[in-house]
């Protein structure tokens, strides 16, 4: 199971930057997994915020362009997620997300809270 840390609490106009490790199960192949980063808020979908090819540009929300930067070590086995300049509507728990071909793996998700 991924497992993802550095969640927790942010001023608006803050940071904070999560990482996601790929277990064993995944990691000898980490480099033919797409990795992104979703998030769901309360009372809404789960939603796309970043996702990662191995050797390709990451791709971005609409929402987050500018602000936030994901980006995979593929020698680590981890994807992370820079997020900068935070805003109340980021609040959500942040999930990672592992995917080759039909194969799926998420992670149990890290609370991001953005408040004053």
């Known amino acids: 199971q991924l497992v993802e840390s550095g969640g927790g609490l942010a001023r608006p106009g803050g940071s904070l930057r999560l990482t996601c490790k790929a277990p064993r199960t995944i990691t000898s192949e980490f480099n033919a997994h797409i990795m992104a980063w979703y998030r769901q808020a309360p009372g809404k979908v789960r939603e796309l915020v970043a996702s990662?090819?191995?050797?390709?540009?990451?791709v971005y929300a609409d929402s987050v362009k500018g602000r936030f930067t994901a980006y995979r070590d593929n020698s680590r086995k981890t994807l992370n997620l820079q997020m900068d300049s935070l805003k109340s509507e980021d609040t959500a728990v942040y999930y990672c997300?592992?995917?080759?071909?039909?194969?799926?793996?998420w992670g149990q998700g890290t609370q991001v809270t953005v408040s004053s």
């Open positions: 997300n592992a995917q080759r071909g039909l194969t799926s793996s």
């Open positions: 990662v090819g191995s050797g390709s540009t990451p």
